[in-house]
């Protein structure tokens, strides 16, 4: 059978680097993970280093998440680096540099956004996670009940649990075939994804106390401020899913979450419902993602962020309605029963 894109880049290399993406989440941590067990297992011979960004230790049920290294050696020269889920090279971080000095580069994603910033690129913007674009690469065969762990909680941190419209057949069969395998879902599903310190559930409370609504209630908006993250004692890792929540407000199209990195400067989460591509307006300012997920970061106070996007949600949305309003005018003068 012809070999794939990851076992035509492996030939002849000894050493190979794994990357995800700064801030990682469940898809990138499950992700890097994954194909770090399945490499330990079926290629042994290999030298695989895994880079990451701090991750939460919440997935440190996930075998040889003690592996991975959170910072860089410099003087390390890999044959090979891979980066998975990360749309572009900036979102690399500090790792960008050990990217740009490896012998080849394979990248792996699943972000619309994503141009192909390595020398082979694999994007599946159709896929609801790197995790289901990785499975494709893996011999099925091959897959042990470690990996399809790392896999498991890379789809279901994607898809909010099987719920966002990412999420098709083709993810459901490859959850199923992973379950196989024998996985506790129940019991990852509510560790990694629902479960919440009480520290998390304070910040959640205040940043849905502190929302407003706008455009005549279509979006929300909800701000964490660097000082209220130093009077919880808490990190960036402590706000996963509060924009989950501000999205299913009733009524909500669209979902602006920001906390702020440094004095002025602003990381946004943006989600969308039905109509709004929020990846455009996320691009536009230097971020990326995917229609109904999107994020970037952004500089000036919050009443200035919040300005700025406002104007491309509210020219989508005036879009739209200008859409539907020709669209009825259109099937008004057609009469009922005219094609
Ligand atoms: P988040 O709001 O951080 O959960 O991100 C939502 C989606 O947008 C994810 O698929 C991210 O990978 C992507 N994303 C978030 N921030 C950025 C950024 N600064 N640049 C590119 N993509 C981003
Ligand atoms: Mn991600
Ligand atoms: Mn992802």
Not at 81 to 108: K, N, Q
Not at 246 to 254: F, Q, S
Not at 333 to 339: M, V, Y
Request: glycine share 8%; aromatic share 8%; net charge negative.
């Amino acid at each position: 059978m012809e070999k794939n894109i990851l076992e035509r880049s492996l030939e002849g290399v000894t050493s190979v680097l794994l990357l995800g993406h700064i801030h990682p989440d469940g898809d990138c941590v499950g992700t890097c993970l994954a194909l770090y067990n399945y490499l330990a297992e079926q290629e042994p011979q290999l030298a695989v280093t895994l880079y990451l960004d701090n991750p939460a230790g919440k997935f440190s049920y996930l075998r040889y998440f003690d592996r991975i290294r959170t910072e860089a050696e410099p003087e390390m020269r890999f044959d090979l680096c891979i980066t998975m889920d990360s749309s572009d090279r900036e979102r690399l971080g500090r790792f960008e540099p050990c990217f740009a000095a490896a012998g080849r580069t394979l990248c792996i994603d699943h972000h619309r956004t994503n141009r192909g910033f390595a020398e082979k690129n694999y994007i599946l913007p159709e896929a609801s996670s790197c995790s289901e674009v990785l499975y494709g690469l893996l011999d099925e065969e091959k897959i042990s009940r470690a990996t399809a762990e790392c896999l498991y909680t890379g789809i279901i941190h994607d898809t909010g649990v099987f719920k966002f419209s990412s999420t098709s057949r083709r993810t459901m069969e490859i959850a199923g075939r992973l379950m196989e395998r024998g996985l506790d879902c129940a019991r990852i599903i509510d560790d990694s994804f629902y479960r919440k310190t009480y520290v998390q559930n304070q910040l959640l409370g205040r940043a849905l106390l502190e929302s407003v609504l706008f455009m005549d209630g279509r979006c929300v908006f909800s701000a964490i401020r660097q000082k209220d993250l130093d009077f919880y004692g808490a990190g960036s890792n402590d706000l996963d899913g509060i924009i989950d929540q501000l999205r299913i407000t009733e009524g909500v199209e669209c979902a602006v979450f920001i906390y702020e990195l440094a004095p002025d400067e602003f990381k946004v989460s943006l989600r969308s419902n039905e109509y709004l591509d929020v990846s455009r307006i996320a691009a536009y300012f230097g971020g990326g993602g995917h229609i109904h997920a999107a994020g970037c970061t952004m500089q000036g106070t919050v009443h200035d962020v919040l300005n700025n996007l406002s104007l491309h949600i509210e020219a989508q949305i005036r879009a739209h309605d200008g859409a539907c309003e020709a669209g009825a005018a259109d099937a008004g003068q057609k009469g009922p029963g005219q094609a």
